[in-house]
């Protein structure tokens, strides 16, 4: 993207205000989950570690730089700041991550399966496939070089036995894909739980993923269909 970014304190802002509706609904139990949003082509501001999304103020949040290391800020940032460095790295139009732990959507990262077929319009257009990054410890190196090979193609993530993540140019998009990927389990389970599969057919797919271009989405492979 062209180097232009939002400037510190509308970053403050949008994730004082994503950390609150994550945590209102449900996405993040008690400090659960973690935000961050770029500002320059080497600062990050991020959550801190160790406090609810939905009662942080301005003085807890931390500014680093793609490497970890903290600029401003008092408190230590999220331990999976390194997933989020690493996505910023692998793709120069995301300006800011957002991982959260949803929790239909991590039942299906717990159980290793992906939200991969085409039952949603929204969802064949705007996600694609959300496919499963096998399980890393969190807050690794490994679990940041994994979701890096990953985010190339997709629009976001499940983390076995973890969560989700996405990303996107703003904090706000970044939830709304978060918030599509739990809207896209529930119906799955949902149907899951009618015991029938009615997916789209190649034709149905195919149109929708046309219109990818016209909604500003460049990748998210091609989901399952009839």
Same mark, same amino acid.
């Given at each position: 993207?062209?180097?232009?970014?939002?400037?510190?304190?509308?970053?403050?802002?949008?994730?004082?205000?994503?950390?609150?509706?994550?945590?209102?609904?449900?996405?993040?139990?008690?400090?659960?989950?973690?935000?961050?949003?770029?500002?320059?082509?080497?600062?990050?501001?991020?959550?801190?570690?160790?406090?609810?999304?939905?009662?942080?103020?301005?003085?807890?949040?931390?500014?680093?730089?793609?490497?970890?290391?903290?600029?401003?800020?008092?408190?230590?940032?999220?331990?999976?700041?390194?997933?989020?460095?690493?996505?910023?790295?692998?793709?120069?139009?995301?300006?800011?991550?957002?991982?959260?732990?949803?929790?239909?959507?991590?039942?299906?990262?717990?159980?290793?399966?992906?939200?991969?077929?085409?039952?949603?319009?929204?969802?064949?257009? !705007? $996600?694609?496939? #959300?496919?499963?990054?096998?399980? +890393?410890?969190?807050?690794? %190196?490994?679990? @940041?070089?994994?979701?890096?090979?990953?985010?190339?193609?997709?629009?976001?993530?499940?983390?076995?036995?973890?969560?989700?993540?996405t990303w996107a140019f703003d904090a706000v998009q970044a939830f709304y894909l978060l918030e599509?990927?739990?809207?896209?389990?529930?119906?799955?389970?949902?149907? !899951? $739980?009618?015991? #029938?599969?009615?997916?789209?057919? +190649?034709?149905?797919?195919? %149109?929708?993923? @046309?219109?990818?271009?016209?909604?500003?989405?460049?990748?998210?492979?091609?989901?399952?269909?009839?």
């Amino acid at each position: 993207m062209a180097e232009k970014y939002i400037s510190d304190e509308k970053a403050i802002k949008d994730i004082l205000d994503i950390g609150q509706r994550m945590y209102y609904a449900g996405f993040a139990a008690a400090n659960d989950g973690n935000i961050s949003v770029r500002t320059g082509k080497n600062e990050v501001w991020t959550t801190p570690s160790g406090v609810s999304k939905g009662f942080m103020t301005e003085e807890m949040l931390v500014k680093t730089d793609l490497d970890g290391n903290v600029i401003a800020g008092s408190m230590k940032p999220s331990s999976e700041l390194k997933m989020h460095l690493e996505i910023y790295k692998e793709l120069s139009d995301a300006g800011a991550v957002v991982h959260a732990h949803p929790p239909v959507a991590t039942s299906f990262a717990v159980a290793g399966i992906p939200l991969d077929k085409a039952y949603l319009q929204e969802s064949v257009v !705007r $996600l694609g496939v #959300i496919p499963v990054v096998p399980y +890393e410890l969190p807050g690794t %190196e490994a679990l @940041a070089e994994s979701v890096g090979r990953y985010c190339r193609d997709y629009n976001g993530l499940l983390l076995e036995h973890h969560g989700a993540v996405t990303w996107a140019f703003d904090a706000v998009q970044a939830f709304y894909l978060l918030e599509s990927i739990e809207y896209d389990a529930k119906v799955t389970m949902n149907l !899951r $739980l009618m015991g #029938i599969e009615r997916l789209m057919t +190649e034709e149905q797919t195919d %149109e929708l993923i @046309a219109l990818r271009a016209d909604w500003g989405v460049i990748k998210g492979g091609r989901p399952k269909s009839r």
